[in-house]
Every structure is written in C-alpha cells, then in structure tokens.
C-alpha cells in the first residue's frame, strides 16, 4: 500500500454474507496463509531464537516472533467467532487489514442495537463485537463497541480495561472456545446496558454555548495560550491554528453534523467521534481506521465521552 493515498475499499471489506470466519476471510480477501521463515544477521548469521512472519501472497513482513512461536491461519485465529455466532447470534458485519496484513479485525453485529430517545426522534445506535489481531501477538483481543446508523461513528470499549476486553489465547480445543465465548457474551451484555444508559442521559442533558467551549478546551485543546519565551524573558500569547481549525471542524458537526442539531451532550460526542472518523488521514484509510479504532483517535473518543457526561 502506498503511504501517500489508501482508499477505504483497500483497508474496510462487507463481511455480510460470511456464515464461518473462513467464509469471512475467503469475502475479504483475507484468505492468503501466513508463512514463517528463518531469520539472520545482515553479514549471514542465523538467529535462531527468532523467525518471522509474512504474507504468501505478497512476501510483506508481518512480525518478527519467538522460535517457538505457533502460527494459526487468518480463518484459524477467528474461527472461535463461529462458536459465538451458533451460540449467541449475531452476524458477520466488516473486516478490516491494516498494515498491510499485520494487524485484522472483524466486527460481529449483535442483539439489533438500540434507540436513543431525542426530541427529533429515535437515534439507532448497533451493538458490536470487535475481534482484533496483530500477527505475532498470540491471541485474538475482543472488545465491545457501538456504531451510530445516522454516521456510521464508531465508539468502543476501553481495551486497556480488563473488565471491558478479553484476550482469546491462540487454540483449537474446542472446549476453551466456548468457555471463552460464554466471557466475552457476559462482557458484551454489561458494556452494551451501560453504554445505553450514559448514552441516552447524554441525549438528555442540554448545553449551552459555556458548556461547548468548556468540553472544546477539555478535548481539543486552547486555541491560544500564553507560554513563557527565552527570547522575551517573559510570557507571550502563542496561537495554535492547528487547534483552533478542529475546535471550528467540531463545533460545526455538533451544530450540523450527520443527526446532530446543536443541542445535547450526545451530538457535542458524536461531533468528535464524526471528525476522528471521518475527517482524519482523509488521504490514508488505513491510518484512519487504526487509529480511530486503536490507537489515539480511539483515546479522544473516549475523552470526549468522558467529557461529556461530567459536563
């Protein structure tokens, strides 16, 4: 993939159809095998307590792991899904391969979501199951999430929390698929009940334009402040336009943004969640996507969520 420009098609495939994770890999394309190979110096000396990883069709590099290292296939490593699915319900919804292969993740839509009550009308808003992988990492994380329809905004679980993600080990045995699905089931049903309720107090709470700016600060950050300079022996006013443009990018999405309408603390989040989904890497989708569901964009989300419900 180049770095200048990947487009959403490369990164995000419809899984919709999927009935197992093979099927799921094969829709996706996913379906290449994982490889290993011997590594050594660059002047030709083995280093056997190490081998790698890479893509049979392409020949990338995907990690570097330990000798004794057991490497399961793409359909292998989320196969536990399948358990899921003929256990609880839900299907197969999007997958995502993310630097160049290195890292996937599939979402399980379950339980038909939920409507937020709003003065403008119900707000649908779909339970998720994520399952991420990154080649070398010995396990499948699983972690709960919700996607607003009106946007597609995507808000998940802290992964950090255990209380709120589960690592799947890497393992054929039946008998621990389903223990573990039976975890991640009871983990789902209290992230989704209490994600319902702070959501719809959010679309509760009204906020006036002190409100806004007080979250803005929080979340985004000042557009000017005063910094101490070596040059003038004393604090001068700094401007930060970089800031300033995404404090204007999210209060225009809270004030018209996709089903937002300016007036709650749910659509001052979803203004955030739609600007990191929607407005970041615009060029790279594969930069976008990890870091909205991964990496900092996923951490402003939930600052901003955070944010918003002490307001």
Not at 37 to 50: E, F, K, R
Not at 155 to 179: D, G, L, Y
Not at 189 to 197: N, V
């Amino acid at each position: 993939m180049s770095d200048l420009q990947v487009t959403t098609e490369q990164v995000k495939k419809s899984i919709k159809n999927a009935q197992s994770a093979e099927e799921a890999m094969q829709i996706a394309g996913l379906d290449w095998s994982v490889e290993q190979a011997p590594l050594m110096t660059a002047n030709g000396l083995d280093v056997p307590s190490h081998k790698a990883l890479y893509r049979s069709d392409t020949n990338k590099i995907l990690s570097v792991v330990g000798s004794g290292f057991e490497t399961l296939q793409n359909h292998e490593a989320f196969a536990f899904v399948d358990t899921f699915r003929e256990r609880f319900g839900g299907s197969y919804e999007n997958s995502f391969c993310l630097s160049g292969g290195a890292r996937i993740m599939i979402q399980l839509k379950i339980n038909g979501g939920f409507d937020i009550r709003t003065k403008h009308g119900d707000d649908h808003v779909d339970n998720y199951l994520n399952f991420f992988e990154a080649r070398g990492g010995g396990s499948v994380l699983a972690f709960s999430g919700n996607i607003r329809a009106f946007c597609s905004n995507q808000f998940r679980s802290m992964r950090r929390s255990k209380n709120e993600s589960f690592a799947i080990r890497h393992t054929k045995n039946m008998k621990n698929r389903v223990e573990e699905a039976f975890q991640i089931f009871a983990m789902g049903q209290e992230w989704f009940t209490k994600f319902q309720e702070k959501a719809q107090h959010l679309a509760q709470k009204m906020v006036d334009r002190k409100m806004v700016d007080s979250f803005l600060d929080e979340v985004v950050g000042l557009p000017v402040t005063e910094e101490w300079s070596e040059e003038h022996s004393k604090n001068i006013v700094v401007e930060h336009p970089r800031t300033a443009a995404q404090r204007e990018r999210v209060t225009e999405l809270f004030e018209s943004g996709k089903g937002n309408y300016g007036e709650s603390a749910w659509e001052l989040f979803n203004s955030v969640t739609e600007s990191v989904d929607h407005y970041k890497h615009v060029n790279n989708a594969d930069k976008r996507f990890t870091s909205a569901l991964l990496g900092h964009g996923a951490d402003v989300k939930q600052k901003a969520f955070d944010t918003a419900l002490a307001l």
